[in-house]
């Protein structure tokens, strides 16, 4: 029998039994999990975690790692372990395994790591949804080996599709960003029709077509 997900888009029907099903249910899992949090947890920060790793024969590669909830005090997080970081780097990479949050930290946090020259990837096994894609945008280059969901995000005071936002007196523009990192404006109209409950888990060829992949 033809079963539906709200992991893909709607009118999208697999076959139960398909291989396809289990993971779109581990997809449901991870979704119910992060409005679970966001909902019923204070804010908690990202893991964002920066380290040098050398490898030769290239040299130093300056590696950032995102995952959990992008929370308010990420950015300072990540700019303190970017400054105790000098020195020059052969490669600067960011890799991405995040539930998403808020609007205006991944704006920040993106625009620094575009000027800074960083890579973007989503790892294989890895997940980004939600605001997690505004950190994926900010990539000079991208690499998607893992899955990328698409949704509304969540905002705690109220379920908003508002691409403008005030943050300690400041005005972050969803839009506005996008363009900076010549993102098709198509992405964030897509987005903000998908309720944050729900997520559409997103092809090669609309990864390709949304600028979220370099392959």
């Not at 249910?25 to 975690?49: G, Q, Y």
């Not at 040098?52 to 024969?57: A, C």
């Not at 909830?69 to 700019?79: K, P, R, S, V």
């Not at 704006?107 to 505004?134: K, W």
Request: charged residues 20%; proline residues 6%.
């Amino acid at each position: 029998m033809a079963t539906r997900s709200n992991c893909w888009l709607p009118g999208a029907v697999t076959e139960s039994r398909s291989p396809q099903r289990a993971f779109k249910c581990h997809c449901r899992t991870r979704l119910v999990l992060a409005l679970l949090a966001l909902v019923c947890a204070p804010a908690v920060l990202a893991r964002v975690e920066v380290r040098v790793v050398e490898e030769p024969p290239a040299g130093s590669i300056l590696e950032i790692r995102v995952s959990e909830e992008i929370a308010a005090g990420d950015y300072e997080t990540m700019l303190k372990g970017i400054v105790a970081s000098p020195g020059s780097h052969a490669r600067k990479i960011l890799l991405l395994d995040s539930i998403g949050g808020s609007v205006p930290e991944a704006i920040r946090m993106g625009r620094l790591l575009r000027e800074l020259g960083f890579s973007a990837r989503v790892p294989e096994g890895a997940l980004c949804q939600g605001t997690c894609v505004y950190l994926l945008a900010a990539g000079r280059d991208k690499q998607v080996l893992g899955h990328v969901g698409l949704h509304r995000p969540y905002f705690p005071h109220g379920d908003s599709a508002r691409s403008a936002l005030a943050v300690q007196g400041r005005r972050y523009s969803s839009d506005a960003y996008f363009r900076e990192m010549q993102i098709p404006a198509r992405l964030l109209q897509d987005m903000q029709k998908i309720a944050p409950q729900k997520m559409q888990v997103l092809s090669p060829q609309q990864l390709k077509a949304y600028g979220l992949t370099s392959d």
